[in-house]
């Protein structure tokens, strides 16, 4: 019974593996580590089982689970923690669960010191726990909000804590199964230790992701509001030169009257100097309005970022039009950009004024609209699992602007190419968004 109940955990544990592999793919299928993992588990329950030591099998179990999501998808060793002592910890919970109702109903069988009952259980725990997980994965923990959760580090500390917490505390209870003198008390005790703490974290996990989602809907709608603020700028902008040109077009016209007499009259370089008062005229009152692009928010956004490069004295360059025929909303397209731009200022900011400079162009082409974004920093980056993280103090309320850019590539077909050089403190950044159908605007 013992080898069929390791058989049943090996496809448990082999099945939660692909799922978070699912979540966080890796570069390749790392096979070695995935076995060395399964070979760990079977291992530990035959020496634990032969030295009467089946206490230690969920601690020692979860470690194992842990070290094999680590090298066997690209989770950091955080979220491998989490998926690790999540996935073993319900399955004892819903062992623990079965067990105590079943010595519940058989009062007259000794089921918490029947090793082979235990295992028995398990044969009908772990499909239960399969099951009671997919049903969460469709309802309430669906993957792209299991993703965005994950990448919180300030909640995932909490739910690790919560779970190592849980761990000792059933650990504790469960090597009182065979010593204590009152079996009843005791499988009431077990009963709602499991309950409490399966119910526990599936509402902190479901509250982390809550939290999260409030999290990154404050951030979207405080960058929502710098954009409207960009925007209005940038129509303020606008109708002040309008409202110059239109005060100079009122004088316009008596002005190249009087050009026009002098030169009837021979008066040519009266009428000359007359042109030079009237182009003089007009740089003083006509207010200056670049364009950058045809794009109104595009414009304002660049319109935005000029005028911060102009004053920490960043040399610019944007060739950049907005991307048609793509699946682009424009509300990812301003979180797209304006992520990307405000790291680039934010690197280019703790260099010399002499080493600053930020250039940004987009192209068309066959099958995809690429923006560019280089710019130079300092050299450092901090990477975790091959992932670029901040290196700012607070970290639950900085480091998403490169996740999110990820997740809207991600999510629309396309992905993100960073180009890291240290050595000449260049960063480039290249976002790859398909096109839906040939697209023939040009560059601006």
């Not at 090298?71 to 060793?77: E, G, L, P």
């Not at 997980?133 to 923990?141: A, G, H, M, N, P």
């Not at 005028?307 to 960043?314: G, R, V, Y």
Request: some cysteine.
């Amino acid at each position: 019974m013992m080898y069929v109940s390791i058989l049943f955990t090996l496809i448990y544990c082999s099945l939660l593996v692909f799922y978070y592999r699912s979540l966080f793919p890796a570069s390749r299928i790392q096979l070695a580590a995935f076995m060395a993992a399964l070979s760990l588990i079977v291992v530990s329950y035959s020496v634990f089982y032969a030295h009467g030591l089946l206490v230690l099998n969920m601690p020692v179990i979860i470690v194992i689970m842990i070290i094999g999501l680590r090298f066997s998808t690209s989770m950091d060793w955080l979220q491998a923690v989490y998926g690790g002592a999540t996935s073993i910890l319900s399955a004892y919970c819903f062992r623990g669960i079965f067990t105590a109702i079943g010595a519940l109903i058989f009062r007259g069988r000794d089921l918490l010191s029947d090793a082979d009952a235990y295992y028995a259980i398990t044969l009908a725990a772990l499909p239960a726990a399969l099951l009671s997980f997919s049903v969460l994965r469709r309802t309430i923990f669906p993957d792209h909000k299991m993703k965005r959760f994950l990448k919180n580090r300030g909640q995932l500390k909490t739910i690790v804590a919560y779970e190592m917490v849980a761990t000792i505390n059933l650990v504790a209870i469960n090597s009182g199964r065979q010593s204590s003198p009152n079996n009843l008390w005791y499988v009431q005790v077990a009963l709602g230790a499991c309950v409490l703490a399966l119910g526990m974290l599936v509402f902190a996990i479901y509250q982390s992701i809550y939290s999260a989602e409030l999290l990154e809907y404050r951030l979207q709608s405080e960058m929502l509001e710098q954009q409207y603020n960009r925007q209005l700028a940038h129509y303020k902008s606008y109708q002040k030169y309008t409202e110059s040109f239109r005060a100079f077009r009122h004088d316009y016209k008596a002005m190249m009257a009087s050009v026009k007499s002098l030169i009837r009259a021979g008066e040519a370089e009266k009428a000359i100097a007359l042109v030079d008062d009237v182009y003089d005229d007009m740089q003083k009152k006509v207010h200056l309005h670049k364009k950058y692009s045809d794009n109104v928010v595009l414009d304002a956004m660049l319109q935005d970022l000029a005028n911060q490069c102009a004053e920490k004295e960043i040399e610019f360059s944007f060739q950049v039009f907005a991307p048609r025929n793509t699946d682009l909303s424009r509300l990812n397209a301003i979180r797209l950009f304006s992520n990307l731009t405000t790291n680039a200022v934010e690197a280019c900011d703790k260099l010399p004024v002499s080493e600053r400079f930020m250039h940004i162009v987009s192209t068309a082409e066959p099958s995809w609209v690429v923006l560019k974004v280089e710019n130079s920093y300092n050299g450092e980056t901090v990477e975790n699992a091959g992932k670029l993280i901040t290196t700012k103090e607070e970290k639950d309320m900085h480091g998403l602007g490169l996740g999110i850019v990820n997740e809207i590539a991600e999510n629309l077909g396309g992905f993100v190419l960073y180009d890291i050089a240290p050595e000449n403190k260049l960063f480039t950044v290249r976002v790859f968004i398909p096109q839906t159908k040939a697209d023939d605007h040009p560059d601006v």
